[in-house]
Nanobody, 114 residues
Framework: VQLVESGGGLVQAGGSLRLSCAAS????????MTWYRQAPGKERELVAS????????NYVDSVKGRFTISRDNSKNTVYLQMNSLKPEDTAVYYC????????WGQGTQVTVSS
C-alpha cells in the first residue's frame, strides 16, 4: 500500500498550489480520501475530505472557498487545489485513506511566504 503526495513547494501569499496523492495497493474507490495538515508546534488537523460514493466534500472553516478537494477514481488519485494561499496555510500536508483500513502518506511541505 502506498500513498504518495506531490505538488508542495514555496509560494507567495495569494498564490496557488495543487497537491496530488497517488494511491496504490488498495481499492481506492471504496475509501474516503482526506487531506490533513500539520504546522510546526501544532496538532495535525483535517483540512478536507471527499466520500467514496457521491464525492461529497467537507472542509475546515479556515479553507472554505479557497481549497477544493477532488478525486479521480480512474487514476487512483486525490487532489487538493489550494488558491489564495495565506502564510497560515504553511504546513506539511498529508493524504489519508479511510475505509476498511487506514493509510497515510509521507507528507509534502507547503510554505507560503508573506
Amino acid at each position: 500500500v502506498q500513498l504518495v503526495e506531490s505538488g508542495g513547494g514555496l509560494v507567495q501569499a495569494g498564490g496557488s498550489l495543487r497537491l496530488s496523492c497517488a494511491a496504490s495497493g488498495f481499492t481506492f474507490r471504496s475509501y474516503v480520501m482526506t487531506w490533513y495538515r500539520q504546522a510546526p508546534g501544532k496538532e495535525r488537523e483535517l483540512v478536507a475530505s471527499i466520500t467514496s460514493v457521491g464525492g461529497i466534500t467537507n472542509y475546515v472553516d479556515s479553507v472554505k472557498g479557497r481549497f477544493t478537494i477532488s478525486r479521480d477514481n480512474s487514476k487512483n488519485t486525490v487532489y487538493l487545489q489550494m488558491n489564495s494561499l495565506k502564510p497560515e496555510d504553511t504546513a506539511v500536508y498529508y493524504c489519508r485513506a479511510r475505509g476498511r483500513s487506514d493509510y497515510w502518506g509521507q507528507g509534502t511541505q507547503v510554505t507560503v511566504s508573506s
